[in-house]
């Protein structure tokens, strides 16, 4: 037999060739909404300038440094800080196990080893839709999927009543996925006493909620507001897990830093804890890279730097909101016979329009428009300039 003959081209990820369509297109005033990625009011990638700053800060790091626990210590214990509180007990008692990763991917790829490892027999509960990334990952590291109820598509709102039956009717002691904020692809999240409900309910079940958070600060501009989830189940005396991601929110995109914790009973769980997740990732690629994560540090420990990535994350979150009421209110004005109020309803990077694919093909081929086929518009791609050209366009494809 001849080597890898049982090969066969894999399946494309649609977001990969949607992406392909629109640098092929020669129009000038295309627009990209496919790529979660921030874009400034003149469609330009958007690097924070703390980022810059701390560029120019860091000294080049020795080889020493490159391989220090001591580095990796102080990037963790300032990402828990930023997810669980600065004054979260969680963190003053060292109560948790974390490691940096690969990027929010990475971060959620080594949390399912970890549940395999450790609970071989278990499957994963995901969202349904959710970041389709999330069934892949898992599927990977060969734990079974199941999605329960969350978006409901006649509402475009969340549907609550069949979620908490899922959460009710699934096994006790289950693992859930849950989006804390800014629900990639649908914008849609629960309220805060729909959280508490959640919360309430996998206690009672003895679920384990392993957070994503791949867009902390992004939702409301406000990084506190936006992890205050990840508090609710704290007080409520879960034990959780968190997927960190600094792509969207320090525009790191290219670094892939994140981090993945794990809260734990007491100081020797955490050290046992950790001490797994450190063999898994020194097992698939030693430690990841580490200008990043220095990086992030830096903005994290230095106060004046830290104050002005916030100032940056709230110009970013507003000019997503304002584009949201721009782009809601053209609809209106041009008196579109349906209703859009779901556009301004829905929060964070990510707009789930209702469009469907033939519309949303249309608005490719008459529009030079590209999104998703689910109709997800990234809000990151919608600017003052070309707001009005989309809003027509989504109504011609409508009417
Ligand atoms: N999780 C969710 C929900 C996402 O939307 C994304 C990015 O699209 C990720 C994880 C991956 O993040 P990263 O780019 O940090 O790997």
Partial sequence: HGWWDKVRVAPKNPIVTVNESFLADPFPHKINLVTGTYRDDDGKPFTPQCVGDAEAKINRYTLEETNSSEVSSKFVMESVKLAYGNDSFVVREGLYAGVP????????????????????????????????????????????????????????????????????????????LLHPC????????????????????????NHFPFFDMAYQGISSGDLDKDAAVLRIFIEDG??????????????????????????????KQAAAVKSQLQHIAHSMYSSPPIHGILLVTMILSDPNMKEQWKKEMKTMANRIRAMRTTLCRNLEDLDSSFNWEHITNQVGMFCFSGLAPDQVRHLEKLFHIYMSPDGRISMGGVTPSNVNYLANAIHQVTR
């Fill in 238 to 267: 879960h034990l959780v897990g968190c997927a960190q991601s600094f792509a969207k929110n320090m525009g790191l995109f290219g670094h892939k830093v994140g981090c993945l914790s794990i809260l734990t009973r007491d100081i």
């Fill in 182 to 205: 800014a629900h990639n692809p649908t914008g849609v999240d629960p309220t805060e006493e729909q959280w508490r409900e959640i919360s309430y309910q996998f206690k009672v079940k």
């Fill in 101 to 176: 990763a690969l990027s929010g991917t990475g971060a959620c790829r080594l949390f399912a080893e970890f549940q395999r490892n450790f609970y071989p027999d278990s499957l994963i509960h995901l969202p349904d839709p959710t970041w389709p990334n999330h069934h892949n990952i898992w599927r990977q590291a060969r734990i079974p999927v199941k999605t329960f109820h969350y978006y409901d598509p006649d509402t475009k709102g969340l549907d609550f009543d069949a979620l908490i039956n899922d959460i009710k009717n699934a096994p006790d002691s289950s693992f859930f």
